[in-house]
């Protein structure tokens, strides 16, 4: 059996269409978000260097992440109706990630414990549709969730 061994809840400020999980120390990473973005919105995540990008469906609003930390490679999520999921890796200088989107980087930060290591990410997401079609009239808040589990790459 596999363990969790910390869960982060943080609302991300998303603009322009998404957000990022990026290296702590802004001086580990060849190139910061939004550097470099693909503003083509066809997948969920895309790993760049140090940062893993995470494509909203909408452009301003308020999301809710739950970013989870486990021992081993954690059993797939059922418990919500997940709209998109999708896996990626990022290597982690400090052990710790920032929230980052475009026009700064806000002061939450996941700790995922092990410094210089490489983690595997689980990124599942729900509420596109509905944020889509919101955050045309609005800047809605917690209709667009995010899950994040982390285990460390073998």
Known sequence: MTIRVSRDEVHVHVDFYGWALQEADDSLIPARYPS????????????RSGRLDIASAGHTHAAFLTAEVWESEPPRDEGEKWDAC????IFS?????????TTTKQLDRITLGRPETTWHARVYCTGRD??????????????????VQFWPAS
Do not use: M, N
């Open 36 to 47: 470099g973005k693909d503003d083509s919105k066809s997948r969920l995540v895309t790993p």
């Open 86 to 89: 999708e896996d990626a890796r």
């Open 93 to 101: 200088h400090t052990g710790r990630l920032a929230v980052c989107v």
């Open 130 to 147: 509905e944020v889509f079609r919101l955050a045309q009239l609005d800047v809605p808040e917690g209709i667009e969730r995010y899950l």
